[in-house]
């Protein structure tokens, strides 16, 4: 049997919780939505999925490519009318040699599908049990019905040209009126895992968080019961929280906190003294203000939606929702002074520039040279395009850790100040790689790298030793990412040019660092 996924269009149902990404990329507890999905049709020995995109394919590619991370092939399809997307189904020849299922990504049946052969379509259904309604009416509009969804298992060879016009509610009628005639089976199917509307996808994070969806698992250390903490969270001792909890990597919960049940923070996220959460989701990159109380909401940014009341508002105050990214926009006259302040920077420190060229060149045979590193932050959170060349001192300057030293300061920091004045990175921020080089990185610390911005001061450098501690190196990054604000990157700065002068840095706070992380997470 072969996978045939439908990706949705964007509708006004999910409240602009889509706007910017497919809902079918929505975080159910740990995962986006959709891997889900494919992990499910992964489960069942399913290796071969055909996505089939309605528009904006190139998150999830981003997020599925191939098929290899899970051991299945998957190919991806470009509706060319995105209202009618079951024409696609005449280039996948699969499916006249194989048995087949069709699902709408924004809901899921969580159940075995056929092993064997099959006779006839076979349409799954839900409804707390009740049969889809097969009535017609007049025959001419399509039939209104609450389905969670539309899967159908289809046998090998079943012609498709009679479903390649048909939108999808089209689609929807047509299977049911084969059932009606007796041309299809209908199969109840209980489990279901929904995005479809904000509401639908709060009940399936409660069915996850309870676990009752068979085969469908979270990751994160489950530190008691219905508990699920992931790395380098910091939790304050006065949070209290009440399962079923899971918190995503590298958040925060500050004092006072009150959460549960039936709550995931995604990851990145900080939650602000004595808040109380229950019923929600809190997506990844948010930030929630003091003392609110959220109940059955969802929270993407600045967006709060109430899925009760089937409403969203966007907040304006920063003080209450917004996302931890948000710093920049408040600090656009510190992004005007950084490039100022660098070529003042390359001005008084030309003498040590000049010594240090002749220093290399001479007695260490290394030249001023520069390497490619890619542009961040990334468009959409996909992978840059636009790369520009960094100047350094010898083509392995960036290639490996150099704590803060006079070497790192030589050898990159005083090269580098050029590109600061032309704005391709700061002063203070995540260490400049190649996009080969973030190609290669963990899709969690990629999403959380191409949401950032580049500097030659960076976290790993004051607070990692060790080069080859890939761990260290990640938290140092997500940490960053999430402690970003201007107060933040001066301390950082100082600490730097304290390791350079071998200057004891105790008198400065270290809230924040990456060890401060580590010990913190202790608590949990």
């Known amino acids: ?121 076979i349409l799954y259904y839900s409804n707390q049990g009740a049969e889809p ?61 929904d995005v479809s509307t904000p ?54 919960l500050n004092r006072g906190v009150k959460m549960g049940p039936d709550v995931v923070i995604g990851g990145a996220c900080i939650i602000d003294s004595d808040t109380t959460i229950e019923s929600s989701l809190v997506m990844a990159g948010s930030y929630v203000g003091e003392g609110l109380e959220l109940n059955h909401t969802i929270v993407d940014r600045s967006l709060l939606v109430n899925a009760r009341l089937s409403a969203a508002v966007n907040i304006s105050e920063s003080f209450l929702l917004g996302g931890i990214n948000q710093s920049g926009k408040q600090n656009s006259l510190l992004r005007i002074m950084t490039p100022v302040l660098a070529a003042l920077l390359i001005v008084i420190l030309s003498p040590f520039s000049l010594v240090s060229i002749l220093y290399f060149l001479l007695l260490q045979r290394m030249s001023y040279s520069s390497i490619s590193v890619a542009q961040i932050p990334a468009e959409g959170g996909s992978l840059p395009l636009h790369e520009h060349r960094l100047p350094c001192i010898g083509e392995d300057a960036w290639s490996v850790l150099r704590p803060a030293g006079w070497n790192a300061f030589l050898r990159q920091f005083l090269p580098g100040l050029f590109a600061v004045v032309r704005g ?35 976290e790993a450098s004051v607070a990692v030793d060790e080069a080859q501690d890939e761990t260290q190196l990640f938290v140092s990054d997500a940490y960053y990412s999430v402690q970003r604000i201007w107060h933040y990157d001066l301390r950082l700065a100082a600490r730097y040019f304290l390791r350079l002068l071998s200057l004891p840095d105790r008198n400065l706070p270290e809230s924040g660092s990456a060890a401060d992380a580590e010990r913190a997470d202790s608590h949990t």
Not at 41 to 67: C, N
Not at 231 to 237: A, F
Not at 425 to 434: D, E, I, N, Q, T
Request: net charge negative.
């Open 1 to 121: 049997m072969i996978a045939i996924l439908v990706i949705p269009d964007p509708t006004s149902r999910m409240l602009g919780l889509d706007a910017t990404q497919s809902q079918t990329l929505l975080p159910l507890a740990d995962r986006p939505f959709l891997q889900h999905i494919v992990e499910s049709l992964v489960a069942q020995k399913i290796t071969s999925i055909e996505v089939i995109h309605t528009y904006a394919p190139e998150r999830i590619e981003l997020l599925l490519g191939d098929g290899s991370r899970w051991g299945c092939s998957i190919r991806h399809h470009l509706a060319v009318k995105p209202d009618r997307p079951y024409r696609s189904l005449k280039v996948i020849p699969e499916i006249q040699t194989n048995s087949w299922v069709l699902a709408h990504a924004d809901t899921y049946p969580v159940i075995q599908f056929p092993k064997g052969p099959i006779e006839k379509p």
């Open 133 to 193: 309604d097969t009535s017609t009416g007049d025959g001419n509009d399509p039939i209104e019905n609450d389905l969670p969804g539309v899967t159908v298992a289809f046998p090998a060879g079943y012609p498709v040209d009679d479903l390649s016009g048909l939108t999808r509610e089209g689609f929807s009628w047509s299977i049911q009126r084969l059932v009606s005639t007796e041309a299809a089976i209908s199969q109840q199917a209980d489990d279901w895992i």
């Open 199 to 252: 509401k639908r996808l709060l009940e399936s994070q409660h069915r996850l968080l309870q676990q009752d969806l068979d085969g469908l698992l979270m990751n994160g250390a489950e530190r008691q019961p219905g508990v699920w903490v992931s790395r380098n969270v910091v939790i304050h001792p006065t949070v209290k929280l009440k399962a079923p909890v899971y918190i995503g990597p590298n958040s925060r």
């Open 424 to 458: 391709h990175v700061g002063l203070v921020g995540l260490p400049p790689r190649s996009r080969w080089e973030i190609e290669r990185l963990p899709s969690e610390w990629r999403s959380i790298y191409l949401n950032g911005r580049a500097g030659l001061i960076t």
